[in-house]
């Protein structure tokens, strides 16, 4: 049981690229989340997901896309990375209210 | 707009004495509250929680406590141990899918 995986831990982007944050869990939860924490910041909640095909948008959404093709996996799309993006990325998943978290992914964007 | 606040950014307690850590929040609507321990370079980690029905709750050491019409929650840890020395952070929510964190406070348990 590896909970909540995050991949990459670590990644530098450059300004206008794109990348895509992983997120997968084996617990079974609806619940997913991402969230990111700036420094000296609480987390703020980027998109989350209530079950497989259901994505809404949480506090600070703009320059993200989601997806929930499966239960298992939640990934996080970055189109055109700017600087305002750098920031430690945060996934989560729950079975109610609450949740397990991953690791963490630092994204620097230079 | 900040719906909950920590505005201790630092506690520094001596081990074996109660660490009380608080939390404010605007937000009436909010009907459950977490508090999440983060060490550096992990995830948070789900401590304890409080619906809004109760006004405490208590599980080993750590206890939260709730005052609705002061819109407050504080959460202590008694003993405290050089171990719970962690940023901690509280969260509240009023739809069940999503919720609000403050900044944190960084708890320092000396020994």
């Known amino acids: 049981n590896a909970g909540v995986t995050q991949t990459p831990k670590f990644r530098i982007l450059k300004i206008g690229q794109s990348m895509t944050l992983q997120c997968t869990q084996d617990?079974?939860?609806?619940?997913m989340y991402w969230y990111r924490q700036d420094p000296g910041m609480g987390l703020k909640l980027i998109y989350y997901?209530?079950?497989?095909?259901?994505?809404d948008k949480g506090e600070v959404p703009n320059g993200y896309n989601v997806s929930r093709s499966t239960t298992e996996d939640f990934p996080l799309r970055l189109e055109l990375a700017a600087p305002s993006q750098t920031s430690v990325y945060f996934c989560?998943?729950?079975?109610?209210?609450?949740?397990?978290f991953g690791s963490g992914t630092r994204l620097t964007v230079v | 707009d900040q719906q909950v606040k920590q505005n201790s950014p630092s506690l520094s307690v001596q081990e074996g004495r109660i660490s009380i850590l608080n939390c404010d929040y605007t937000?009436?609507?909010?009907?459950?509250f977490l508090w999440y321990k983060k060490y550096p370079a992990e995830g948070p980690t789900f401590l304890i929680s409080?619906?809004?029905?109760?006004d405490k709750n208590e599980d080993g050491r750590f206890t939260v406590f709730l005052n609705k019409s002061a819109k407050h929650l504080s959460l202590h840890i008694v003993p405290s141990q050089p171990g719970d020395s962690a940023v901690y952070f509280c969260a509240g929510s009023n739809t069940g899918n999503q919720f609000y964190f403050g900044t944190g406070t960084s708890l320092t348990v000396i020994p």
């Open positions: 997901s209530v079950g497989a095909g259901i994505t």
């Open positions: 409080i619906s809004s029905i109760k």
């Open positions: 937000n009436s609507m909010f009907d459950y």
């Open positions: 989560a998943s729950s079975y109610s209210r609450g949740g397990s």
């Open positions: 617990m079974n939860h609806n619940y």
